[in-house]
């Protein structure tokens, strides 16, 4: 009898091709190691690596799935970083759109995975073997309950020995983009780490609900964070918030903070910490969906800088990096969608000097996309460079129109846009690439997912997973490595 990963591999079609194109940058090589593609299936979760199965080589793990309200059995999934071949996939009842969060919970000194998406679902998954070691289970616990977002990990809250979880749930899909009595507030959830149960319940303070995924700084020598939260969406106004992990888990979110509000537009990409006025502890940087990047002292919560870009709005996050040089203090890059929703149809990228708010790059590449850039100095000079997908819009000899993707380097002290390697065909809406040394050579690895439907960003038609050997040697710490940073968790450190 066939079980359900076994069921998988014969019921989903996907192929997997090893490319040899080049392509120079910065004096070396950059060469396609493997792309494997998967059809009736598609993607909005950003790839995390870790190794699974012990070979010393970075697996890939991403969410997947079909629309809404449809179950999938390839939901999660697994791959071998050295040839793209599937380890495992898990099925969901509904689309996975989270990024991975990577944490031991079964003490095989093997890195399990934590995942996130629509119909509240939230699973613990053995990186071993694809066994699911606990689940939300909604139908058991008093709701409502909608999307859960990217989760964090805490320090033990209930002495039981394992990291505990902090993550937010809420959006009500159902209801129509203007109608309000059907919002139902968005809450924050403290689970345990070791079996999914819920430790503490806070809804937010407003009565909105939220699409925003918490970012928690921790306290020096002890349990308490900081949480930044918002609340919220497209066409409903909200608030942007920091409360203490302490509040939550009383669960009254009645004193948090109110750092910006919002009256036609909420707050939804996950904001970042980051040091931005040389005091020694994380700023607070964050989108408003109303086209704002705002800064904020992360210590007396007064506002240091704002910059709005007329005509856009901003549904991904922050990508942090030394752009402008000399003054040690980070500066930030992003690409925000131009239009208002539901019609966005081009993007514009801008950098701000972290020092000064001030704008200090922009340029308009690409249709619309939320991934955010990742971000690494390539070339040693101490300036850093971001990669970034952009959708590319090709016409043929008719005039008919389809998508194409690629990567593209931005050299902010050069002024220059670089190519990274060849277009495919097929866009990519939300998936931030990851960027790292997946087998220990030094050299700069990346994977990055996109969709394979030539017509539709929005598409569930199939979807291709990257990976990409460079030559590229990596000459300094890596500073923004993948969707909300090297560790998942929107904290800069220096």
């Known amino acids: 009898m066939l079980s359900l990963n076994q069921l998988f591999l014969v019921s989903i079609i996907f ?26 299936i598609g ?30 059995d390839s939901a999660v999934i697994a791959l071998n970083g050295k040839d793209g071949s599937v380890l495992w996939t898990v099925s969901s009842i509904d689309h996975i759109y989270s990024s991975a969060a990577l944490k031991d919970l079964n003490g095989d000194h093997v890195d399990d995975i934590l995942m996130a998406g629509r119909s509240a679902e939230l699973m613990a998954i053995n990186g071993v073997n694809g066994t699911i070691i606990w689940k939300f289970d909604k139908e058991k616990i008093a709701g409502p309950w909608f999307n859960f977002y990217n ?21 009500n899909v159902l209801a129509a983009p203007n109608e309000t009595k059907d919002r139902f507030p968005g809450n924050l959830v403290v689970l345990s780490g070791k079996t999914g149960e819920i430790l503490a319940k806070a809804p937010l303070p407003d009565g909105k609900e939220t699409y925003m995924s918490v970012v928690a700084l921790p306290s020096p020598g002890g349990k308490n964070y900081k949480v930044i939260f918002g609340s919220g969406g497209e066409t409903i106004g909200g608030n942007l918030y920091v409360c203490t992990l302490a509040e939550i888990l009383r669960g009254d979110l009645s004193h948090a903070k109110i750092l910006d ?13 980051a040091d ?30 704002s910059l709005k870009m007329p005509g856009t709005e901003a549904y991904s996050s922050i990508a942090p990096g030394y752009f402008t040089g000399g003054d040690n203090v980070p500066d930030f890059f992003v690409s925000y969608a131009v239009g208002t929703w539901p019609d966005l149809g081009w993007s514009k990228q801008f950098m ?14 690409g249709s619309y996309q939320t991934s955010t850039p990742v971000v690494i100095d390539l070339d040693g000079d101490g300036i850093d460079e971001a990669i970034i997908n952009i959708n590319l819009v090709v016409l043929d000899d008719n005039d008919k129109s389809s998508f194409a993707n690629n990567l593209f380097i931005v050299d902010f002290k050069g002024g220059e846009v670089l190519q990274l ?22 050299l700069l690895d990346i994977v990055y997912c996109h969709g394979t439907d030539l017509n539709k960003t929005y598409s569930f038609a199939g979807l291709q997973v990257n990976y990409i050997a460079t030559g590229i040697p990596i000459k300094s710490k890596i500073r923004w490595g993948g969707y909300m940073g090297n560790m998942r968790n929107g904290i800069f450190e220096k």
């Open 15 to 40: 192929t997997v091709t090893y490319f040899t194109n080049t392509v120079t940058l910065f004096g070396q090589q950059t060469s396609t190691s493997w792309s494997v593609q998967f059809k009736g």
């Open 43 to 72: 993607i909005f979760s950003s790839p995390s690596v870790t190794d699974l199965n012990g070979d010393g080589i970075g697996d890939i793990v991403f969410g997947a799935g079909r629309e809404e309200f449809h179950s999938c």
């Open 151 to 171: 989760p964090q990990f805490l320090s033990d809250q209930n002495n039981d020995g394992m990291e505990d979880v902090l993550i937010s749930n809420g959006g």
């Open 261 to 273: 509000r919002s009256k036609k537009k909420g707050y939804i990409g996950p904001p970042i910490w």
């Open 276 to 305: 931005i006025n040389k005091d020694g502890h994380p700023d607070i940087i964050a989108n408003a969906v109303e086209g704002k990047m705002i800064a904020f002292d992360g210590m007396t919560y007064k506002p240091i800088w």
């Open 352 to 365: 701000v000097n972290g020092a000064t708010g001030k704008l200090a790059y922009l340029d308009s590449l």
């Open 421 to 442: 390697w060849e277009s495919h065909p097929g866009s990519n809406l939300s998936s931030t690439p990851w960027i790292g040394d997946i087998d220990d050579d030094g």
